[in-house]
């Protein structure tokens, strides 16, 4: 394909033929080699070790939704990364956070970029909230057999819906199959810890400012119990990514912003090691 197009100067047919409006599609039937659940893996004795990225978290709020995730990349019990990036957007109004095998799950999420931006410039429109929903999910089931040999991805996905106006969360298991989560979710190895901080703190009137100090939060109890996950590295200026998606659209915040919030927590935790706590009734 690369040759003729060399010696022609003109793209191949497959570039010029209509067909799905699914860049997975596209790949499938002219370079299926090129997927990852579609290359082979030489044969090993037990599980590959590789990077694995943990943990993201998400909370909605009454704008849109907030998606944040720790920088700490583990392969066994050695920290493989301090600072890798774990939460990225998917398009305007949408963002993806991965766990699991490191360098797949990015690959992963070029894809499915690709696959939203493939979509738009064919059909002219975007999909719907569900329907990139639907297409993660798809993503995911093909790469089933690499998540047996022990190479999972498990994304939190999470987006603003134009149409019902409000964000939502989407979560996911090895299997591609997806839930959608109300309020707050939460993905990788310090999960249960971050989602415990959530359940205490989450009310349904948060603000935008009061739901990214909640994320931090949560990723600060995950790390505080989960050696897989990295709280905020003063030392190293290492503050978790937090992204924020509204009407507006998706947002970054920056680093200022994110360890601004950070060291106040860290100020606070200082009184309280354990966090604050739910009010009493």
Known sequence: MEANTRSTGRLPAAF????????????SEHQ?????????????????????????????FPGGVVLAGDRRATMGNVIAQRDIEKVFPADEYSAVGIAGTAGLAVEM???????????????????????????????IRSNLAMAMQGLAVVPLFAGYDVDREKGRIFSYDVTGGRSEEHGFAATGSGSVFARGAMKKLYRGDLTEEQATTLVIQALYDAADDDSATGGPDVARRIYPIVTVISDE???????DESSEIARSILERRLEQPDGPRASLL
């Open 249 to 255: 659209g998706f947002r970054r915040l920056t680093d």
């Open 32 to 60: 299926p080699e090129i997927l990852p659940g579609n290359r082979q893996l030489p044969a090993t004795q037990g599980v590959i070790e590789a990077p694995h990225g943990t943990t993201i978290v998400a909370v909605t």
């Open 16 to 27: 010029l033929t209509p067909g799905s409006s699914s860049f997975m599609d596209f790949l």
């Open 109 to 139: 999420v070029k894809l499915f970029q690709l696959e939203l931006e493939h979509f738009e410039k064919v059909e002219g429109a975007t999909l719907s909230l569900e329907g990139k929903a639907n297409r993660l999910s798809t993503m």
